[in-house]
C-alpha cells in the first residue's frame, strides 16, 4: 500500500476495540501494521454477528493488517517480538497496567532496542491513578463521563449507547496520539509513551459540563431528544410511519422552520431570539412542528424542509444507509472481496485526501495468515514455525 503514512511500521498487540480501531486507522491511510494476537484469537473475532462461524466485526477491524499469532508470554514469543520492535515505530497494547513489564517488554526494554519506538498504551483509566490496574471497558468510561447521566428522557434512568461509543472515541484519540508522537520524533529522533485512558477522550468530546459546572454549579439533565440549547429540536413521526429528525441551532433555520409549518407568529414572541429560551419553549414549538410532519409522508416532509433551507434528515437503518445517494457519492461505503464471505460492504476509509486518499486493500485475515511472510523476516523458519506451533507460540 501507499498513503500519507506509507513507511510506518505498527505492531499492534491490542484486542477488541479502541486500540486495534486506531491500528485500523492508521493502515487506512499506509501504514504497515501487523496484528499479532494470541494463538487463540484476538476475542473481537468471535464477538457479535458471525456468518458461517466468520466473525464480521473482524472483517472491519482486522482489514488491511498483516495476521500475525505470537504468545508474548513465553519466552520464545517475547525474543520475537523483541526482534520486530527493532525494526517498528509504534506499538499498540491494552493490556492491564504492568503486563508487559511483567513480560520484560516495558518501555525502557523497548526503547533500549529502538530508542524511536512509540509504544502507546490504552487502557479503561490510564498507567496511573487509584484505577489504573482495573479492569476498563467503554462502557464504564461512557459511565463516568457523564455521558450516560445526561442520556434518556428526563424520568428515565441514564441510558448507555447500544454500541461501543467510548471505545470508537477513544480510538480516533488514540489514531492522532501516535500520529502526534511520530511528528514529535521528527524533530527529536526519539519515540515516547503514550498513554491513552478512554474515559477521557469522551469528556473531552461532551463539550462544556466541566466549566459549567465550575463556573455556575449547573449538572446538565437528561431531556431525551431535546436540546437544552435550542428548539425545535427532536425525532417527529410522519404520515407514512417513517421518523425525521430536525435542528435549528440557527436562528434562521429556527425561523425558516416556523413558517414553513404555518406558524410564524412565535419568531415574534421575545423568547424566540434566543435557542435557550426557544428551548424552555419546546412543548409548544413541538407540537407546532409534529402536528405538521405528522399529516405528511417522509418524501413531502424532506422536499418542504429542503426548499425552506430548513435542516432535517431522515432516520436510517443500515438499509437506508447502503442505498443513500449522498453516502454513494462520497464513497462512504466500500464493496471489498472477502475470500471466506465474497463480496462485502463496510464503512470505507473515514476523510478523503486529495493527493495521498487511504484505501482498504483487504479485510480481516484469517488467524495467523501472514505468519509465514512476517515471521519469516525474523529468521523464523517453516521448522522453527512447527517448533513453536508444537509449544502453543503461533498457529
Do not use: C
Not at 500500500?1 to 484486542?15: E, F, K, N
Not at 454500541?163 to 526519539?190: P, S, W
Not at 413521526?237 to 433555520?253: E, F, N
Amino acid at each position: 500500500m501507499t498513503g500519507a503514512l506509507s513507511g510506518i511500521r505498527v505492531l499492534d498487540v491490542a484486542m477488541l476495540f479502541a486500540g486495534p480501531l486506531a491500528a485500523t486507522t492508521l493502515a487506512d491511510y499506509g501504514a504497515e501494521v501487523i496484528k499479532i494476537e494470541h494463538p487463540n484469537g484476538d476475542p473481537v473475532r468471535n464477538h457479535g454477528a458471525q456468518r458461517d462461524g466468520v466473525g464480521l466485526w473482524w472483517k472491519l477491524l482486522g482489514r488491511n493488517k498483516k495476521a500475525v499469532t505470537l504468545y508474548l508470554g513465553s519466552p520464545e514469543g517475547q525474543a520475537i517480538f523483541r526482534e520486530m520492535v527493532a525494526d517498528a515505530d509504534v506499538v499498540i497494547e491494552n493490556f492491564r497496567p504492568g503486563t508487559l513489564e511483567r513480560w520484560g517488554l516495558g518501555y525502557d526494554e523497548l526503547r533500549a532496542i529502538n530508542p524511536g519506538i512509540v509504544l502507546t498504551r490504552v487502557t479503561g483509566f490510564g498507567q496511573i491513578g487509584p484505577y489504573a490496574k482495573r479492569p476498563g471497558f467503554g462502557t464504564l468510561a461512557e459511565a463516568m463521563s457523564g455521558f450516560a447521566a445526561i442520556t434518556g428522557e428526563p424520568d428515565g434512568p441514564p441510558m448507555l449507547p447500544p454500541f461501543g461509543l467510548a471505545d470508537g472515541i477513544a480510538a480516533l484519540a488514540t489514531a492522532f496520539a501516535v500520529t502526534t508522537a511520530l511528528r514529535a520524533r521528527d524533530h527529536t529522533g526519539q519515540g515516547q509513551v503514550v498513554d491513552m485512558a478512554i474515559i477521557e477522550p469522551i469528556l473531552t468530546l461532551l463539550g462544556p459540563q466541566i466549566i459549567a459546572y465550575d463556573q455556575l454549579g449547573v449538572l446538565q439533565e437528561r431531556t431525551g431528544n431535546r436540546s437544552s440549547n435550542n428548539a425545535p429540536r427532536n425525532t417527529y413521526r410522519t404520515k407514512d410511519g417513517s421518523w425525521v429528525a430536525i435542528s435549528t441551532s440557527a436562528q434562521s433555520i429556527a425561523e425558516r422552520v416556523m413558517r414553513l409549518v404555518g406558524r410564524p407568529e412565535f419568531i415574534d414572541e421575545p423568547w424566540f431570539a434566543s435557542g435557550a429560551e426557544r428551548a424552555k419553549h419546546a412543548d409548544e414549538l413541538d407540537e407546532a412542528v409534529g402536528s405538521w410532519i405528522a399529516a405528511r409522508e417522509r418524501d413531502e416532509v424532506i422536499a418542504e424542509f429542503e426548499k425552506a433551507e430548513a435542516a432535517i434528515a431522515p432516520i436510517y437503518t443500515a438499509a437506508d444507509i447502503v442505498e443513500d445517494p449522498q453516502f454513494q457519492a462520497l464513497g462512504t461505503i466500500a464493496t471489498l472481496p472477502d475470500d471466506e464471505l465474497g463480496p462485502v460492504r463496510m464503512q470505507n476509509v473515514l476523510f478523503r485526501m486529495s493527493d495521498t486518499p487511504g484505501s482498504i486493500e483487504w479485510t480481516g485475515a484469517p488467524v495467523g495468515a501472514h505468519n509465514d511472510e512476517v515471521l519469516g523476516r525474523y529468521g523464523v523458519t517453516a521448522e522453527r514455525m512447527e517448533q513453536l506451533r508444537e509449544k502453543g507460540v503461533v498457529r
